[in-house]
């Protein structure tokens, strides 16, 4: 969303705001409370501490999901904010602080739980992810770089072995992307000799980490991918509530061919 949707005629400035506001408060609570009843809900640690995390069974995949937070709610802040006519500038830089203060008070929490504490492997992975959708800001051609993400239900949580998978903790049906407009690089003078819709796109999975049939965990092993896709804001139509739509559907990599990498080289006929 661009500055073009501030139309103060249409809702005056202060109510604009206002519900912005009104937004972000709403949004934190939801989510707080969901962390409070999916997260922490066990028991507390005797005191704060910090758990460097590198590298667990699932071999880093919540950084990534982590990464993909910060840079969305960074993204969206920013959007929700000029919607709002507030500055670019001001915009830009409220909205990464409300992605760093938002992340920063989960791991806060965290560090007060036995079974967490506080991850700065994801406070990195918060902030790298924030730091991106600053960056595109301030440097359009980064734009042409996506984090998108695909999920497919893993068996291990179909067959319902592990009580504490859910989809947020089912990291080998998680993959992320990052998605490349080719065309978008290219000069000039070859701008149009690769289709601007088809995009090429690096993506990291793993492995199953949770034994399908006991439920146990698992080393997981990393999966590297290789993938066209194609670029849902470049989809026909230019009415503006489509035009969101498309743009909203274009952080989804939907199923197409991937040729894996790791942990071996294979064709993917339909990756999920």
């Not at 997260?39 to 910090?50: C, I, T, V």
């Not at 999975?205 to 896709?229: F, H, V």
């Not at 739509?245 to 989804?252: E, G, P, R």
Request: aromatic share 12%.
């Amino acid at each position: 969303m661009d500055s073009a949707y501030c139309r103060p005629e249409s809702m005056g400035q202060p109510e604009r705001r206002a519900l912005a506001g009104a937004t972000f408060v709403a949004a934190n609570a939801g989510l707080f409370v969901y962390f409070k009843s999916a997260w922490w809900s066990g028991k507390k640690a005797d005191k704060f501490f910090f758990k460097p995390d590198w590298d667990q069974d699932f071999r880093d995949q919540d950084k990534f999901g982590h990464f993909l937070g910060g840079y969305h709610l960074a993204r969206i802040g920013d959007a929700l904010l000029r919607a709002s006519c507030v500055s670019e500038p001001k915009a830009i830089a409220l909205a990464a602080t409300y992605a760093t203060l938002f992340q920063l008070q989960i791991e806060i929490f965290d560090g007060m739980y036995d079974k967490y504490g506080f991850s700065y492997p994801d406070l990195i992975a918060n902030t790298s992810g924030m730091a991106l959708a600053v960056a595109q800001h301030y440097h359009p051609r980064l734009r042409a770089f996506k984090p998108t993400v695909s999920y497919w239900p893993t068996d291990a949580l179909r067959n319902g072995k592990n009580a504490e998978l859910r989809p947020s903790l089912d990291y080998s049906g998680q993959t992320y992307w990052i998605s490349t407009d080719i065309n978008a690089l290219l000069p000039e003078q070859k701008k149009g000799s690769w289709p601007s819709i088809v995009r090429v796109s690096v993506g990291h999975s793993i492995t199953d980490w949770i034994e399908p049939n006991t439920g146990g965990n698992l080393r997981a092993q990393r999966k590297i991918l290789l993938s066209l896709d194609l670029d849902a804001d470049k989809l026909p139509g230019d009415n503006p509530t489509w035009n969101r739509v498309k743009h909203t559907l274009s952080f989804i990599r939907f199923p197409a061919p991937a040729l894996q990498i790791t942990p071996d080289l294979k064709i993917i006929g339909l990756y999920r």
